[in-house]
């Protein structure tokens, strides 16, 4: 009996140190988050999708993108445990706009228990503009996992029949919707194939997740909140966050709770410092309850953002980009800045709408401000011709 001491050994190792990372304890391929922005608002951002990462969280968010993206991040995850355990999560990502045509992205996602066992996830995903102000998502997936060929496992007749590894496909959908201005709500389906990863072929597939969120996002005060809730396999998880960049956006700090219908919680804290065209991202952490005597699990993110700035609106082109007329407002200062934001958000606002006058009024307003606003000449000028339509 005693390879069946082994096999418990390696495998017990494997998925319960896995479970421990997550609020949600579903075993294989577990939904860890990935970078360290979001990870620092306790992961809730399938509303809010601003960035590379929205090919994770609701692939609907790559019909936002503003320029191309590309992210790396490496998590040391529940550092000194007893049993000195290395337990890591990487990721890496690339999004790139595509006009008309949305966004697509490719990414891969790893967590490792070095000497027993990984997990391995590719993916490609694609979004766009549904209709009005409806965007969906969808996400391609091949899964892989593997256990080590070691001392525990090497003369176990389960590994010796089954192998070491497994593969899989899967598929996520997402879709994003602007409530009002500020108020974004999103949802991701994910796992909808439900590939059966299991080695010793229990037919335990992985079961169905569904991810709703929704966010707020003040882009003249640089202020955004979020909330997200999960339901998996039974399990229920809600998080929130908060983010506030200051500076000019060049500091960002957040924080966010996690809490599981299991009893897991858990709070995060973290930071960014931003110099175009670099990001640096950091994320801590910290189970208040099922884990304890760790250091806490540490997240660190790098993205570049490159090309021209997409300067498109939500009609038929994507939605806004979170940067607008940089160059402008650069020469001005304190409220003339947060007046033009106010007015040429509202502006965006009533355009999306279809209220074309309304909306030439407040770019007007911006125009008063500074008469070289380019995005406002061009979107009046639009505007008009909408009218005339």
């Keep these: 009996m005693e390879w069946i001491n082994k096999r418990v050994i390696v495998i017990g190792i494997a998925t319960a140190v896995v479970g421990l990372c997550s609020g949600l304890s579903f075993g294989d391929f577990e939904e860890l988050g990935v970078g360290a922005r979001p990870i620092g608002m306790g992961s809730a951002f399938a509303g809010l ?3 590379v990462h929205a090919l994770y969280y609701n692939p609907a968010g790559l019909s936002q993108l503003a320029q191309i993206e590309f992210t790396s991040g490496y998590g040391r995850l529940h550092w000194g445990l007893d049993d000195g355990s290395n337990l890591g999560n990487a990721f890496i990502g690339y999004a790139h706009p595509l ?50 060929n070691n001392q525990y496992t090497r003369f176990d007749p ?18 994003l919707y602007n409530l009002t201005t500020n ?14 990863m299991d080695l010793m072929d229990k037919r335990d597939k992985l079961p169905l997740g569904v991810r709703m ?23 229920f998880d809600v998080s929130a966050g908060a983010e506030k960049w200051l500076s000019g956006k060049s500091v960002g700090v957040r924080g966010g709770i ?16 931003l110099v175009s065209p670099l990001e640096i991202d950091y994320a801590f952490i910290y189970p208040l309850f099922g884990l304890r ?3 806490g699990s540490h997240r660190f993110s790098v993205t570049l953002r490159f090309g021209a700035l997409r300067e498109t609106v939500f009609e038929g082109e994507g939605l806004v980009p979170r940067e607008t007329g940089a160059k402008e407002e650069a020469l001005i200062e304190g409220e003339k800045v947060k007046e033009m934001k106010r007015y040429y958000y509202m502006g965006i606002d009533h355009y999306r709408r279809g209220e074309y006058e309304a909306a030439i009024a407040e770019f007007e307003k911006v125009l008063q401000l500074n008469p070289d606003h380019s995005q406002s000449l061009r979107l009046i000028e639009r505007a008009k011709e909408r009218i005339k339509k």
Aim: with cysteine.
């Design 293 to 295: 005597g760790t250091y």
């Design 258 to 273: 996690d809490i599981g219908s299991n009893g897991f919680k858990s709070f995060s804290l973290g930071g960014s410092y």
């Design 49 to 51: 999708v601003d960035d």
């Design 158 to 175: 389960l590994f010796q029949e089954k192998g070491y590894s497994r593969i899989g496909f899967s598929s996520d959908l997402g879709l």
């Design 183 to 196: 108020i974004f709500s999103g949802l991701c389906i994910t796992d909808i194939i439900q590939p059966n």
């Design 213 to 235: 969120g929704i966010a707020y996002r003040d882009r003249v005060n640089l202020i955004n909140f979020a909330l997200d809730a999960v339901y998996k396999d039974g399990e």
């Design 99 to 148: 006009g008309k045509l949305g966004g697509i992205g490719v990414g891969w996602l790893n967590l490792g228990l070095r000497g027993f066992y990984r997990e391995d996830t590719f993916i490609l995903s694609y979004g766009n503009k549904v209709f009005g102000l409806l965007s969906g998502g969808l996400n391609l997936k091949l899964l892989y996992k593997r256990y080590s």
